[in-house]
């Protein structure tokens, strides 16, 4: 499964981002090979429409799943329209392996 986590820094042990469209990372995280990579987010310098570009980079990506604090209307329905599932963390979480063992805990809420 491909994981894309919203990030303030390209660093697996970075600080979550609470914006999923404006985050300045993506980190993609595959949970069979349990490698990750980052990227920098292309919508987070759009004038209008970052959380679109933002859901459409992380679909190319092929992304199953995304984690993020929060997630916009149009990033959520362009997200849900390529069948992805969206998880959000709450405030206490620390870094992105923080929000990675969380969900392959059970413990994210998902985003309905």
Do not use: C
Request: aromatic fraction near 10%; glycine fraction near 8%.
């Amino acid at each position: 499964m491909i994981i894309m986590i919203s990030s303030k820094q390209e660093d697996w042990n970075g600080a979550v981002e609470e914006r999923f469209g404006r985050t300045p990372w993506l980190i993609k995280y595959d949970t069979e090979s349990k490698k990750w990579e980052a990227f920098q987010n292309p919508g987070a310098s759009e004038s209008g429409g970052a959380g679109i570009a933002a859901a459409q980079f992380v679909i190319d990506k092929g992304a199953t799943t995304v984690i993020s604090g929060s997630f916009g209307p149009n990033a959520s329905n362009t997200l849900k329209a390529a069948n992805i599932n969206m998880f959000v963390f709450t405030p206490d979480v620390t870094s992105v392996k923080h929000a990675i063992e969380l969900f392959e805990k059970g413990d994210l809420r998902s985003f309905a």
